[in-house]
């Protein structure tokens, strides 16, 4: 589906009556919703009629916690899958939903929020336009005569490309920043099909989808008059399986070391000289630069050689295509459904995807996402959320402080180091207090690719800024609403929006074992990427540089190696191992992040007087602990979803999330009184520690 129309990373990927959308919630109805969602799930964290009457913790602790769920809940139309992130995504999308319908009350062109929705959802108004908002940039595409002409079309946010720039902190000094060339962050506008394999594997289901693939092609240009779509589609999937071999795996992706080359301009035209640079960096709105970095720097320099070598013509072939199904989610309504037809049937297997009114409030909240994240924070996040999550914070750190002074593997001048670490980590928690609120932006009621188009060169605009201004800090790149957390080792930093505090992560009223179990869990897991085997690259002023000792280093990756074996044996479908080793920063997150967080409840429970020992319905307060963790990751997935998670992704599928983490903690075991015939049973010389 088009670039723009994704959501946030890590989440799933995606008609009720005009009038009624046109009507707010009541004033009431709408108290009543924000405050029964501020409520802790099952009164006070855990639902306890979800637990498995027949699974021992021991067996399943995953199965055990969350047996009812997995049996009774039915995903949502349009994911392949469906858990307790994406249930929050539906949640918080509610709330905005909220915020947005209050806004169109007003007359257009009054309120940005509701001006931006208007367009996107007036389907009518965008089939009568057809392909008159884009012809004339399909036009100029179908006229380009050579290839830096080629090269300035690329250069457009919503163009595919070979290579995609930013702007960020220069990780070998982060006192400055440097515009990066990184074909990651171009991901999704290289090629058309998710992974190289579509391409180069003969066998099925590759090769139906790839013939699917051509026929979306050829029938994308017949649409937009262009004639042999056939003939056009044949090059284009000869160019991108080309592209898609020079690209990067993804244990390559994940490597800090080797995506980190600064350079020279002059460097930069030795070393790729098959691609008019200046051109490209001109065009794409960026101030001349005497230096860079690049990360993916041989597939730069690959996908330049390819780039030199193929005829202008093809290159208009697929500019052409892409340009189309880029902004097909804002064409009429035959691009868009071929659109879904191919990317949500064919390549996911969903047989219906979310009306257009959820899609515009998605489409309203990522292009407009701070605008939207000051009105959510005010209606959906009270003071009193967010002094409860800050509460928790420092016990957090402490538990990490803790964990990284009594490694007896680390010698006194990496521990220096480390713990010098924690003390200038940040943890962002809930929101910023200057969010932007884009008047530079026109925002038109009937021009959705217009205002696309406007906020896109906004954002450019706003990110260049910090190569004139070197002390400028960084905004958060996660709005208030996001459901995601992450960790930036540059800028040593923990980012939680608002939208990923809530139940049953998070929730003031909750049991504060089952806080600490869900969402400082996860926090913990952001933190613990400070130290996994990336993060850890990266010193207490974010820069990356060798400041472990060799002995340090060798034992670290001993006991990291450990847990990468373990989660290469898991096999989620007959035959189909996970990769440890590509997951092992999630996974070794997971693991320290959970650690962590219980010994963060501990120091919580003796500075606060809570007795961990006493229960609630039944359960102590560690028990409360991992049920948190469990419940938190309960998911559904179909096969297709699954593989794919196989296949490409960074995270383990969540039931390895769950299970691979607590048979590594002897806590658990004495929690859950897990013995050695248990399935998940590790005998303690075998599990897995690394802090």
Same mark, same amino acid.
């Given at each position: 589906m088009p670039v723009s129309e994704l959501l946030p990373a890590g989440l799933a990927r995606r008609r009720l009556c005009a009038s009624f959308l046109l009507l707010p919630l009541a004033a009431a109805t709408r108290h009543v919703f924000a405050a029964a969602e501020n409520l802790a799930v099952g009164g006070w964290g855990i639902d306890l009629a979800n637990l498995s009457a027949t699974v021992r913790p021991g067996d399943d602790f995953f199965a055990y916690v969350n047996e009812g769920w &997995? /049996?009774?809940?039915? $995903?949502?139309?349009?994911?392949?899958?469906?858990?307790? #992130?994406? +249930?929050?995504? &539906? /949640?918080?999308?509610? $709330?905005?939903?909220?915020?947005?319908?209050?806004?169109? #009350?007003? +007359?257009?062109?009054s309120g940005k929020l509701a001006d931006l929705y208007r367009s996107y959802v007036d389907v009518a108004a965008i089939d009568k336009a057809g392909l008159a908002p884009v012809r004339g940039d399909l036009d100029a595409i179908l006229a380009i005569a050579s290839h830096a002409q080629v090269a300035q079309r690329m250069a457009h946010p919503l163009s595919h490309t070979i290579v995609a720039c930013y702007v960020f902190l220069d990780a070998g000094d982060t006192r400055r920043s440097r515009l990066h060339l990184d074909q990651q962050a171009a991901s999704g506008r290289i090629v058309g099909l998710p992974h190289k394999r579509y391409y180069d594997t003969a066998g099925e289901p590759y090769a139906s989808q790839r013939a699917a693939y051509a026929g979306y092609i050829a029938q994308t240009l017949a649409r937009a008059g262009i004639a042999d779509g056939a003939a056009h589609a044949a090059t284009i999937v000869a160019l991108e399986t080309k592209l898609a071999g020079a690209q990067w795996n993804a244990q390559q992706l994940r490597d800090r070391q080797l995506n980190y080359r600064p350079m020279s301009f002059g460097e930069l035209l030795k070393y790729a000289p098959g691609f008019p640079w200046k051109v490209f960096i001109e065009a794409s709105g960026y101030p001349a630069v005497d230096a860079l970095v690049l990360?993916?720097?041989?597939?730069?320099?690959?996908?330049?050689?390819?780039?030199?070598?193929?005829?202008?013509?093809?290159?208009?072939?697929?500019?052409?295509?892409?340009?189309?199904?880029?902004?097909?989610?804002?064409?009429?309504?035959?691009?868009?459904?071929?659109?879904?037809?191919?990317?949500?049937?064919?390549?996911?297997?969903?047989?219906?995807?979310?009306?257009?009114?959820?899609?515009?409030?998605?489409?309203?909240?990522?292009?407009?996402?701070?605008?939207?994240?000051?009105?959510?924070?005010?209606?959906?996040?009270?003071?009193?959320?967010?002094?409860?999550?800050d509460a928790m914070a420092p016990f957090l750190k402490q538990a990490l402080r803790n964990r990284i002074a009594g490694a007896d593997w680390l010698d006194a001048a990496t521990r220096t180091t480390a713990l010098a670490k924690i003390d200038a980590m940040r943890l962002r928690l809930g929101y910023p207090d200057d969010l932007r609120d884009y008047a530079e932006v026109e925002i038109r009621p009937a021009d959705p690719i217009g205002n696309l188009h406007r906020l896109k060169a906004a954002q450019i605009k706003q990110d260049a800024q910090y190569l004139a201004h070197p002390g400028r800090p960084y905004r958060w790149h996660l709005p208030p609403?996001?459901?995601?957390?992450?960790?930036?080792?540059?800028?040593?930093?923990?980012?939680f929006p608002a939208g990923l505090l809530q139940a049953p992560a998070f929730s003031a009223s909750a049991d504060s074992a089952?806080?600490?179990?869900?969402?400082?869990?996860?926090?913990?897991?952001?933190?613990?990427?400070?130290?996994?085997?990336?993060?850890?690259?990266?010193?207490?002023?974010?820069?990356?540089?060798?400041?472990?000792?060799?002995?340090?280093?060798?034992?670290?990756?001993?006991?990291?190696?450990?847990?990468?074996?373990?989660?290469?044996?898991?096999?989620?479908?007959?035959?189909?191992?996970?990769?440890?080793?590509?997951?092992?920063?999630?996974?070794?997150?997971?693991?320290?992040?959970?650690?962590?967080?219980?010994?963060?409840y501990r120091l919580y429970a003796a500075a606060k007087g809570v007795d961990t020992k006493a229960g609630r319905d039944g359960f102590s307060g560690e028990q409360r602990f991992f049920l948190g963790w469990a419940q938190l990751w309960r998911t559904q997935a179909t096969e297709s979803a699954l593989r794919g998670e196989i296949d490409t992704a960074y995270h383990s599928p969540a039931k390895y999330r769950v299970n691979g983490v607590v048979r590594n903690l002897q806590a658990w075991y004495d929690a859950f009184g897990v013995d050695s015939q248990a399935t998940l049973f590790l005998d303690a010389s075998k599990r897995a520690s690394v802090w």
């Open positions: &997995l /049996r009774d809940t039915v $995903r949502p139309t349009g994911y392949a899958q469906y858990g307790e #992130m994406n +249930a929050m995504f &539906l /949640r918080t999308e509610n $709330r905005i939903r909220d915020i947005v319908h209050n806004d169109l #009350m007003q +007359a257009p062109g990360n993916t720097d041989t597939a730069i320099r690959d996908c330049a050689a390819i780039f030199a070598a193929t005829p202008v013509a093809t290159w208009r072939s697929y500019l052409a295509f892409h340009w189309l199904h880029n902004h097909a989610h804002l064409l009429p309504t035959v691009f868009q459904d071929a659109s879904f037809g191919f990317y949500g049937t064919t390549l996911n297997g969903q047989k219906s995807r979310r009306s257009r009114e959820d899609r515009g409030i998605q489409f309203v909240s990522q292009n407009l996402p701070e605008l939207v994240g000051a009105r959510y924070v005010a209606q959906f996040f009270s003071p009193a959320d967010r002094a409860a999550v609403q996001s459901v995601d957390g992450s960790f930036s080792p540059q800028l040593n930093a923990v980012t089952v806080n600490f179990g869900a969402i400082g869990s996860v926090l913990g897991h952001e933190m613990a990427h400070a130290f996994d085997d990336q993060g850890s690259r990266f010193d207490d002023k974010g820069n990356l540089r060798d400041w472990w000792s060799p002995a340090a280093r060798a034992a670290f990756d001993a006991r990291a190696d450990v847990l990468a074996t373990q989660y290469s044996a898991f096999a989620p479908l007959p035959g189909a191992h996970l990769d440890g080793r590509r997951s092992l920063g999630e996974n070794l997150s997971d693991l320290v992040g959970v650690s962590v967080a219980l010994d963060a």
